[in-house]
């Protein structure tokens, strides 16, 4: 099969599309052809060895979001049979042909849907959700999103309004997004640059953290409540946390699906449920041939996407 890996750190150029041998599912795994393979910021700092410990062991493979048929399933899976077809968030190894994919955050693919689809909206819809529900929103009056024009951040501005929220504020590097967020339901964008981001908030979903993450605590009003989902790290000074009584909590979907898989299957249904009806919309910023996974991380590391970036095997 055909895979990309990177043999040094650095920017999209690093990345290789090499030959391996097919990868032969464990206890718990299934082997699928990929259909279709998300592109994310966590990836993008992964080649730039930002990310957990400093970086990965070299030659570096990427996990991330897959979709695709199941053609091999290893011990002790149930569920699942050869010739599903699934999406899954992976591990390792997602930027190939073939992927190994965890049982556990596996799901299927509803008939009639497309793989470019399932990848644009389960991953990001499942962190949205998770992150709302963590934030328990319910009779929350405001949320602010930063990312919001990303895969998951823009899935998020709109199961926000749904959910009900008053004033949702999408946080964006450029205001060359705004239109964009404005017609999925934002009630206000703002840009990074800007001295302020508006009214204090209940609730902030941190989809970037770094430099960020300071503002996006400042941006909460008294016993407001931060979910951080990002990769990019970051510090607080703990005495804001003290003195505005504010929260904050990590989430990575890891973790939920494995903790809460009632609550992840009942989130899975309502994904589909929700685009399948048109209430939900899961935009595709570009499709590309796994060949050109450098353009990919190109688009994202600029912050350009509006919506999922995809690669196509």
Request: glycine share 14%; charged share 20%.
């Amino acid at each position: 099969m055909r895979r990309v890996r990177f043999h040094a750190y650095g920017g999209p150029e690093v990345l290789r599309l090499e030959e391996a041998e097919d990868p032969v599912p464990g206890p718990g795994e299934l082997l699928v052809r990929t259909e279709a393979i998300g592109v994310t910021l966590p990836s993008v700092r992964r080649v730039r060895g930002d990310g957990r410990g400093g970086g990965d062991p070299l030659p570096g493979v990427l996990g991330g979001e897959i979709a695709g048929e199941v053609i091999a399933l290893g011990p002790e899976v149930t569920g699942f049979a050869v010739g599903d077809r699934v999406t899954s968030l992976t591990l390792t190894g997602s930027y190939g042909e073939l992927a190994l994919a965890p049982a556990f955050l596996a799901s299927h693919v509803p008939d009639g849907a497309s793989a470019v689809q399932a990848v644009a909206l389960v991953r990001g819809g499942h962190v949205a959700l998770a992150a709302l529900g963590t934030a328990a929103p319910s009779g929350t009056e405001s949320v602010l999103i930063t990312g919001a024009a990303s895969g998951t951040g823009h899935l998020a501005v709109q199961l926000a309004k749904l959910r009900g929220v008053p004033r949702v504020v999408a946080a964006v590097g450029s205001a060359a997004k705004a239109e964009f967020l404005y017609g999925l339901g934002a009630d206000e964008v703002v840009t990074y640059d800007r001295e302020s981001w508006g009214e204090p908030v209940d609730v902030v979903l941190d989809g970037v953290g770094g430099e960020l993450l300071p503002r996006a605590l400042a941006a909460l009003a008294p016993g407001g409540r931060l979910i951080f989902f990002n990769s990019g790290g970051g510090t607080v000074p703990a005495y804001e946390l003290l003195a505005g009584a504010k929260t904050i909590t990590g989430l990575t979907m890891r973790h939920f699906a494995s903790a809460h898989r009632e609550q992840y299957a009942r989130d899975h249904a309502e994904l589909w449920e929700l685009a399948g009806a048109g209430r939900l919309v899961a935009a595709v910023h570009a499709e590309l041939p796994l060949a050109e996974a450098a353009k990919a991380h190109e688009i994202i590391e600029a912050r350009a996407n509006l919506g999922k970036v995809v690669l196509r095997p």
